[in-house]
């Protein structure tokens, strides 16, 4: 059973990613495009980089269902935690989603549906669904080749958050660049907003897929493939 040291660990940074990615939609709204999207794209950046610095050595820094999936599937973490690893991130995204609520301008909160990815109406479901497996791809393989690999450089979780900046310029205006089921989730459960939320769960869990098959069948150096899952 894992320990509420870990579990905590991916509460907090679930709880931030969200928070402030998804706070930093709302304030631009608040404030006049105050920050832009270069502004929000740095927001969601520099927030998962810190997080997942601070809290990688006690829980790995997932933060996101669809790296866990990834993670599960390349045997570094087993079913069960897993399982409650996605249930605390649901649960972070949710609570966080709530603090956005109670805390952020109120009408701009909820014309934003408290930072609910949005799909742009020039582009259709499929497309959306490609442009989030992509984005989750490189997400997902900064993961693998910084944190993973046995020959990662030392640079913390600059790397893995930094995917969010060139992610969010380019996706954002497309699919809100969610890149994690999770971001989708807590802020669409509180504004009760579902129009394509399919889009945030089969894109980032397929494209995180995708790149845990090319890692562990090709990137990784033969010892860092294990058989069988560390965790249970």
């Not at 966080?96 to 009408?107: E, K, N, V």
């Amino acid at each position: 059973m894992l320990n509420a040291r870990v579990l905590t660990a991916e509460f907090l940074g679930t709880f931030a990613l969200v928070f402030f990615g998804a706070g930093a939609v709302v304030i631009d709204a608040a404030r006049a495009d105050a920050l832009g999207l270069l502004g929000i794209a740095f927001a969601n950046a520099m927030v998962l980089s810190v997080a997942v610095t601070a809290f990688i050595r006690i829980s790995g820094a997932h933060f996101n269902p669809a790296v866990t999936i990834a993670l599960w599937m390349a045997n570094r973490v087993g079913g069960k935690t897993a399982a409650l690893y996605i249930g605390v991130q649901l649960l972070a995204a949710f609570i966080a989603a709530f603090a956005i609520r109670s805390l952020l301008p109120q009408m701009p909160a909820e014309t934003m549906g408290f930072g609910t990815p949005r799909i742009a109406p020039d582009v259709d479901l499929v497309g959306a669904i490609l442009i989030e497996a992509m984005l989750t791809f490189f997400l997902v393989t900064a993961v693998f080749g910084t944190a993973v690999s046995s020959e990662a450089p030392a640079v913390g979780g600059f790397g893995i958050g930094l995917v969010l900046l060139f992610a969010t310029l380019v996706g954002g205006p497309l699919t809100g660049a969610a890149l994690n089921p999770a971001r989708a989730f807590g802020p669409a459960l509180m504004a009760n907003e579902w129009v394509g939320h399919a889009v945030y769960w089969i894109g980032p869990i397929t494209g995180g897929a995708v790149a845990s098959l090319l890692w562990t069948k090709l990137l990784l150096p033969r010892n860092d493939v294990v058989a069988s899952a560390t965790t249970s």
